[in-house]
């Protein structure tokens, strides 16, 4: 069974900065296209960020554009979201995700096959 594990929540104050870790249980993953998406209390679940695991182009809501910054560390089976100058509305449980296949759009959660549980940001003003 492939998991994906999510760590690196907290909570902090406005401006400040956290870095989310997501732990993929194998390698399969060098082909899957890896997304950041986080639901706010009250709200649908929304794409944050996503990229190809083997890197390549990255995508970004325009709410978080030039804010954070979404990698992978191979050699770690890790996917990254770093997170700066956070504001209170970046407040939300923050879920990894992966998925394949063609016609790909990095917004749909329907594309995406894998879940990690999610990890709670709490951003103080």
């Known amino acids: 069974q492939v998991q994906l594990v999510e760590s690196g929540g907290g909570f902090m104050q406005t401006g400040g900065s956290l870095r989310l870790s997501c732990a993929a249980s194998e390698r399969t993953f060098s082909t899957y296209r890896m997304g950041w998406f986080r639901r706010a209390p009250g709200k649908e679940r929304e794409f944050v960020a996503g990229?190809?695991?083997?890197?390549?182009?990255?995508y970004y809501a325009d709410s978080v554009k030039g804010r954070f910054t979404i990698s992978t560390d191979n050699a770690k089976n890790t996917l990254y979201l770093q997170m700066s100058s956070l504001k209170p509305e970046d407040t939300a449980v923050y879920y990894c995700?992966?998925?394949?296949?063609?016609?790909?759009?990095?917004?749909?959660?329907?594309?995406?096959?894998?879940w990690g549980q999610g990890t709670q940001v709490t951003v103080s003003s």
């Open positions: 990229m190809t695991w083997s890197g390549g182009s990255t």
């Open positions: 995700a992966a998925g394949y296949g063609g016609s790909w759009n990095w917004i749909n959660t329907r594309m995406y096959k894998y």
